[in-house]
């Protein structure tokens, strides 16, 4: 890592994670394969920043930790890159539990729980749906009936983001405040 860490992906330490690293990867692994509208690709940091901003609206007195873990739910991406579901299937190895492990290291290093509650993991997951729906029709090229179909509508009432693809260094500086923000 740029940090100087060395990070055992098949064992990792919560010690070799820093969130430094964290915020420069997702910054730079494209959400849709790079497949977006716009000068830069829509990044996993600013995937995740949406996801968590979600999960704050979808329930306005969520905890700060929960928040945390919405924010870092795709943080194993950091490394392993932003797979689509179809592709880890075909892979053949168990990648989610790949994932998982990962994922887990970094809760710990950020004071969470191994694993997200399930309540909390349901929520996060209708955000990530929710995030998708506005990613696909607003930068992949999907209109609104075909996004229905794999991601499910918004919620009525729910304020629809304007997403603008970023810089990779203004999506990690964007990532990086709203975790020091979440750390206060």
């Known amino acids: 890592m740029l940090s100087g860490r060395r990070l055992d992906l ?9 969130i430094e690293d964290i915020a420069h990867g997702l910054a730079r692994v494209a959400r849709w394969n790079g497949q977006t509208k716009g000068d830069h690709a829509f990044s996993v940091a600013q995937h995740s920043v949406l996801v968590e901003r979600l999960a704050g609206e979808l329930a306005p007195n969520l905890a700060r930790e929960a928040r945390l873990a919405a924010l870092l739910h795709d943080a194993s991406e950091y490394v392993v890159g932003d ?8 892979v053949g190895l168990d990648y989610k539990a790949f994932e998982l492990r990962l994922l887990a ?4 290093r950020f004071g969470l729980t191994p694993r997200t509650p399930a309540g ?12 998708a729906y506005h ?3 607003q930068l992949a090229g999907f209109d609104k009936e075909e996004a229905r179909r794999f991601f499910g509508a918004p919620p009525a009432g729910l304020v629809t983001p304007r997403l603008v693809p970023l810089a990779p260094a203004e999506a990690q500086a964007q990532f990086l405040a709203r975790f020091k923000r979440l750390q206060l």
């Open 10 to 18: 098949l064992n990792p330490s919560p010690l070799d994670i820093e």
């Open 105 to 108: 290291a970094v809760h710990i």
């Open 135 to 137: 990613e696909a029709t």
């Open 83 to 90: 797979l689509i579901s179809p592709f880890k299937a075909a």
């Open 120 to 131: 909390i993991e349901a929520l996060i997951k209708k955000a990530d749906h929710i995030s």
